[in-house]
């Protein structure tokens, strides 16, 4: 590199092709994946390609199609290689195969053309779907999903897992052999003969992106609530998912969903790091734009045909809560009235337990406690710190103040996250001194 | 009467790729293969991928579930098996969940090594 007056041009060169590979990094992969038929092999090809591209572009400048030149450059070294190796003779075969029928597609002359684009977004609905696959382990979907997809680094994703680098790194190449071994087709189910796990296979992608948004959103260590990074990828993810398998329920009740918290990350994290429930949050932090994204996306997802999402129902209770412009206006009953619904959809505890605080803001603290407690009664909740944080309030506004200071004790004893920890200590200190004396 | 010989062993114990051990292991398959051939017993008999490679089928509540890795129930006993060829994994899975054994047990789908060429 030049050092002198023109280094300043030959950085900004350089970001912007960073900013280039960022943007089409995942549909290069995509597309090299059917064409070379093996994740570890396009990978490799993408990365000769950007090291050519990095070579190219600061003296020929950056094509107008970036996605085709590097899909090309990729594929022609790939083939090379393959060539070189000579072990792989029945590949290359296959390969020049491929390379006559993908030949339109990515010579840079005809990368504007539509048919094209239509045939890179079917390759990036096959990347999000092999990601997401289920014969593969949850924790290696999502770091499969964040790495391909999102184009994270593994380091970024290890950071947002709380794991090391090394624990991701193996699962990453745990997932890639997975994917050789046992034959996993980069399809999706559109394509797959009978392919009756469609919905199932749909659900599967979104339970990936809600549990990235959701690491992000309410971390389950650490000592930060929020990782805003995590939030952005799984709404991205969501609106990529929307734009490719439009009209879906479930997916626009899922990004709904993600919008309408979202909107309220400002407001729920006060300024020393300390957690601000739903009531005693500021009302003018909630962002306006994305509310209106997520109301609109409600309605749309509510309307469609089909059968109804747990994330569009879960989406239309958030909208409730943005809607009410004071604490005050908040339609209990109607949220009362769609926590039963996804009790029917999805009957977990943490639903059960969401509907009863619910229950107590329409029929008031004994009823609420009643159903608590009968969830308490069946099991399997002891360690559930948000059961005990619950019970705690309702026994404080029953008067109950020392049965409300025991089940705040077991929260604080089963809650792993710091901000919330300093919340439950906040409460039993007050507790603790409103008692009276030798009480 | 036909009998099915299920071959069990400690992945992490058997010898690693490019090892003699292995190539003397291997040639003692193929004496037995052979020897079994002219005796006139053999029907079929794959070498399997290993266990990483496993998914697990199941119908529950009219619901098909695909996880990774083999049955994982202790409660459950080998009773059967399927050989098929399909094109993938997921033609491979959707064959396995048809299976009937499917609503109440686990079907282990798990690739087979092709020949060696």
Known sequence: MSVGPDNKAVMGAGQAIEEVFRRAGAQVLATLIRLLGDFDLAEEARQEAFAAALEQWPVQGVPANPSAWLIHIGRNKAVDRIRRDKLFRTKVLDLETAAVDAEGGTRPEDALDDTIDAMFADDRLRLIFICCHPALTHEAQVALTLRAVCGLTTQAVARAFLVTEETIAQRLVRAKKKIRDAGIPFETPFETSGGPMLDERIEGVLAVIYSVFTEGYAATAGSALIDTELCSEAIRLGRLLDGLLPNQPAVLGLLALMLLHDARRAARVSAAGDLILLEDQDRTLWDPVEIAEGLALVERSLSLRGR???????????????????????????????????????????????????????????????????????????????????????????????????????????????????????????????????? | MNYLLLIYANEAEEPAMGTAALTSLMADYTEFTKGIIKGGQFKAGDRLKPVSSASTVRIRNGKVTITDGPFAETREQLGGYYLIDAKNLDEATAIAARVPGAKYGSIEVRPVWPPQG
């Open chain 1, 308 to 439: 109804v999402s747990v994330y569009a129902v879960q989406a239309a209770i958030a909208a409730l809560h943005v809607r009410a412009l004071q604490k005050e206006d908040t339609d209990w009953p109607q949220i009362m009235g769609l926590y039963e619904v996804l009790l029917r959809l999805q009957p977990t505890p943490i639903v059960e337990l969401n509907h009863a605080v619910a229950v107590s803001m329409v029929d008031g603290p004994a009823r609420a406690l009643d159903l608590l407690d009968s969830l308490t009664a069946r099991g399997q909740v002891e360690q559930y710190h948000l059961l005990h944080s619950a019970r705690g309030r309702l026994l404080q506004r029953l008067g109950r103040s020392d049965e409300a200071l025991g089940a705040y004790r077991a929260a604080l004893n089963y809650a792993t996250l710091e901000p919330e920890r300093r919340f439950l200590s906040a409460r039993i200190a007050i507790l603790e001194e409103s008692r009276p004396e030798g009480g």
